[in-house]
């Protein structure tokens, strides 16, 4: 009997074409994760609740994002990453349309779970494996830098799009068209389908085995402390920067401005940081990015706050940005290899998430206190700190397993 199209293995399909399509899907669902920050004002005002339940209820979104990536991670690992990206957009589409129709504190969690469940299917750490096992290894950084500049284009137009569509239909009429447009990526899955060939005898490591082997390497627990500081960063600034330019009497449109240009020097950043492979080692690379977003931080403290302030600021931290995810996750593969490349990475991915999660709700818990952001400003520069130190000791090699398997 002939083989149906969607069982063809990974490995069968050209680099491009698995890039090309977990590009676009990363691109619109990344994309639109990071336009929710528009909506924290209109929202909380028209529903007559503080920023606290919308900052909590974006924060479970990322939580969950994070504990869903590692079971992701694992199906696409095991079965192939089409499956999962069409439940994730399924799940999106549900949490952005219970968030349009939203009335009450509860009604945002449950947008927030919904949320959280669809990123973890259709976000970078579902699709950061297919990348790496299609790509030879000499080209695997740059193959995950490419999903990373895909995601920093879909936050460079996300954010016009959706902005001129609250100002068109209105924020809530927008989240329908947004629901719409996340259906975009449901024909987009199939070249990602199919289940995962393992090509060599080192990609014969069972889950357990796997497992228990990231537990007790040294520079695999640091890369996943050390991501926590990247989920604080982002959350935080990407969600709380719109309300932080509108308290400095700054108009909406300079959030916007300043988030897309994020979103812009992001693609630059992160093509440096997949080249950066061939010239500097990753944990060195990684220390100097969290590093640089210090400076950053102290600017929004020091410096007057202005537009072209704002603006410039943010596109240094665009450089900055995820840039990250290229270099973390690549060391993933050096130490451990690709078979179970996206479930590990989804554990480091769980610690970013939950990053995340502490920086939204602790901005919005601060805030109703102090109404101010600039304890949340000192926070992230002594966690950018903290973040470039740990970096710093990991061992860039593979484990003894792999070691010897490729001298052998």
């Known amino acids: 009997m002939q083989k149906r199209l969607s069982s063809v293995p990974e490995a069968v399909r050209p680099l491009w074409v698995v890039v090309l399509s977990a590009g676009l899907i990363v691109g619109i669902a990344m994309g639109l994760r990071q336009v929710m920050g528009l909506y924290l004002q209109p929202m909380t005002t028209e529903l007559g609740i503080g920023r606290e339940p919308f900052s909590t209820s974006m924060a479970i979104a990322n939580l969950i994002w994070g504990l869903g990536a590692v079971a992701a991670g694992m199906i696409a690992d095991r079965y192939g990453a089409g499956r999962v990206v069409v439940a994730g957009t399924l799940a999106t589409m549900a949490g952005l349309y219970v968030m349009y129709a939203a009335t009450t504190s509860f009604d945002l969690m449950l947008s927030g779970v919904l949320l959280g469940i669809g990123v973890s299917g259709t976000g970078l750490t579902a699709l950061v494996g297919a990348a790496g096992r299609a790509a030879p290894p000499d080209?695997?950084?740059a193959a995950i830098a490419a999903l990373g500049m895909a995601s920093g284009?879909?936050?460079f137009l996300a954010f016009p799009y959706t902005h001129l569509l609250m100002s068109l239909v209105g924020w809530q009429t927008s989240l329908l068209v947004l629901t719409a447009t996340m259906a975009l990526v449901l024909p987009l899955a199939w070249p990602l389908s199919?289940?995962?060939?393992?090509?060599?005898?080192?990609?014969q490591q069972t889950l357990g085995e796997a497992v228990k082997e990231a537990c007790t390497h040294p520079s695999y627990l640091l890369l996943t402390i050390g991501f926590f500081v990247c989920g604080f960063h982002v959350a935080f600034?990407?969600?709380?920067?719109?309300?932080?330019v509108a308290d400095k009497g700054l108009d909406a449109s300079v959030g916007v401005a300043a988030l897309t240009t994020v979103g812009l020097a992001n693609l630059v950043g992160t093509y440096i940081a997949g080249q950066s492979g061939r010239f500097i080692e990753k944990r060195r690379g990684l220390s100097l990015i969290y590093f640089g977003r210090c400076f950053v931080f102290l600017g929004l403290l020091f410096l007057p706050i202005t537009g072209a302030t704002v603006i410039i600021l943010s596109a240094v931290?665009?450089?900055?940005?995820?840039?990250?995810?290229?270099l973390t996750s690549s060391l993933v593969a050096t130490f451990f290899g690709t078979r179970w490349m996206s479930m590990l990475f989804?554990?480091?991915?769980?610690?970013h998430q939950v990053g995340s999660f502490t920086g939204l709700w602790l901005a919005g818990t601060l805030y109703d206190l102090t109404k101010s952001y600039d304890m949340m400003w000192w926070i992230s520069i002594a966690l950018g700190l903290f973040a470039a130190a740990i970096h710093w000791p990991i061992q860039e090699r593979p484990v003894a397993r792999l070691a010897a398997a490729e001298a052998a």
């Open 139 to 141: 080209q695997r950084t």
């Open 346 to 351: 989804g554990v480091v991915f769980l610690s």
């Open 317 to 326: 931290l665009g450089l900055l940005w995820l840039s990250t995810v290229p």
């Open 194 to 203: 199919g289940k995962p060939t393992s090509s060599s005898l080192l990609d």
């Open 237 to 244: 600034y990407g969600v709380h920067l719109p309300a932080f």
């Open 153 to 155: 284009i879909g936050g």
